[in-house]
């Protein structure tokens, strides 16, 4: 099945920083996922993009399916943007089975 | 729209009772999935519904859980009998094909805890 990679694995900025996270899936996909969980353990979708780019206030997020990977951008962070943060793709070509990558633990300081 | 609701929020129960997770998907999806939390497995999907149908229990970890659907906006996650390493976040979430698309939206789960 595939295999969905996030780097890095942790990340700590100050407040105002910019910052670029990555997911890779090992197999071509027609559904894509960014989601914040945050401190609360409650998962927040950002960004339903199986390819292109889309932006939405602060972040924003490219798709390039064909070289499978996707980019979640925060710029000027803030301390609410703390929490892990996971992207989810499709497994074995099903548009609806998620498999969620490990996911990048964000620590935003003031 | 009022999103996924989860009840209860919080379960704290003992070894071998049984354990019922509930859920209301959004109005007028037509998938519902079930997902499990830990820190060793990260999330990982149960099983999920079409129209009320379950379409794949792979996930299931085992006989001891089962799922229902008795409705389009109902859904229940049984653990009969519980054990402390069921101990995690079960989250429900619900999807609709609008405009071709597949996105997932997620309930605010609920935390287990079998002692």
């Known amino acids: 099945g595939i295999q969905v990679e996030q780097s890095p694995p942790d990340l700590i900025l100050q407040e105002g920083a910019n910052s670029t996270l990555r997911c890779n899936f090992s197999d071509s996909v027609n559904n894509l996922q960014w989601f914040h969980q945050n401190p609360w353990g409650q998962l927040i979708n950002l960004f339903y993009i199986p390819s292109g780019t889309k932006q939405n206030g602060r972040l924003s997020a490219t798709t390039v399916a064909t070289e499978r990977y996707s980019l979640l951008y925060i710029s000027s962070s803030q301390t609410t943007d703390s929490g892990v943060y996971f992207c989810a793709a499709p497994y074995g070509g099903a548009t609806n089975k998620l498999i969620f990558g490990t996911g990048t633990l964000l620590a935003v300081q003031p | 729209d009022a999103g996924v609701i989860q009840s209860p929020r919080h379960e704290v129960t003992e070894m071998g009772q049984e354990v019922t997770l509930r859920c209301k998907p959004i109005s007028g999806h037509d998938y519902l999935f079930w997902y499990r939390q830990t820190m060793m497995r990260g999330l990982e999907l149960l099983i999920y519904?079409?129209?009320?149908?379950?379409?794949?229990d792979s996930g299931m970890p085992e006989d001891r859980f089962s799922a229902k659907m008795p409705n389009a906006s109902f859904s229940t996650l049984k653990i009969q009998p519980s054990e402390p390493r069921d101990s995690a976040v079960y989250f429900c979430?619900?999807?609709?094909?609008?405009?071709?698309?597949?996105?997932?939206?997620f309930g605010p789960g609920t935390r287990l805890t079998v002692l």
């Open positions: 979430a619900s999807s609709s094909r609008d405009r071709g698309m597949r996105e997932q939206f």
């Open positions: 519904f079409n129209n009320n149908v379950p379409i794949d």
